[in-house]
Nanobody, 127 residues
Framework: QEQLVESGGGLVQPGGSLRLSCAAS????????IGWFRQAPGKEREGVSC????????YYADSVKGRFTISRDNAKNTVYLQMNSLKSEDTAAYYC????????????????????WGKGTLVTVSS
């Protein structure tokens, strides 16, 4: 079964860190751009960060620049999102997605249909 599975979410205090993982099974991520998206209650989904298949290009939303880092390990078929200096406004459900034949900016910014979506992991930033 082809699927993406997120993990690593949880409850963290403001200023803390979390690392999210997005693992693929049933297919290889090698040729896909991978993106992390989030959706808070009552808000629209936001493209947080996207990475090209070769890890050569990345995109970050202004709200997370300098705090989040996206990376990928194609040998492990996994993409990561390291989140530092977390703020309460980072609280959301985080989803990863895979899309072929795209740019990272198009993937993260425009509402294009994704090839694969994970089911999400919840991040709560609260004291």
């Amino acid at each position: 079964q082809e699927q993406l599975v997120e993990s690593g979410g949880g409850l963290v205090q403001p200023g803390g860190s979390l690392r999210l993982s997005c693992a693929a099974s049933g297919f290889t991520l090698d040729y896909f751009a991978i993106g992390w998206f989030r959706q808070a209650p009552g808000k629209e989904r936001e493209g947080v960060s996207c990475i090209s298949p070769s890890e050569g290009t990345t995109y970050y939303a202004d709200s997370v620049k300098g705090r989040f880092t996206i990376s990928r390990d194609n040998a492990k078929n996994t993409v990561y999102l390291q989140m530092n200096s977390l703020k309460s406004e980072d609280t959301a459900a985080y989803y990863c997605a895979a899309l072929g034949l795209t740019t990272v900016q198009a993937m993260c910014v425009t509402p294009v249909p994704m090839d694969y979506w994970g089911k999400g992991t919840l991040v709560t930033v609260s004291s």
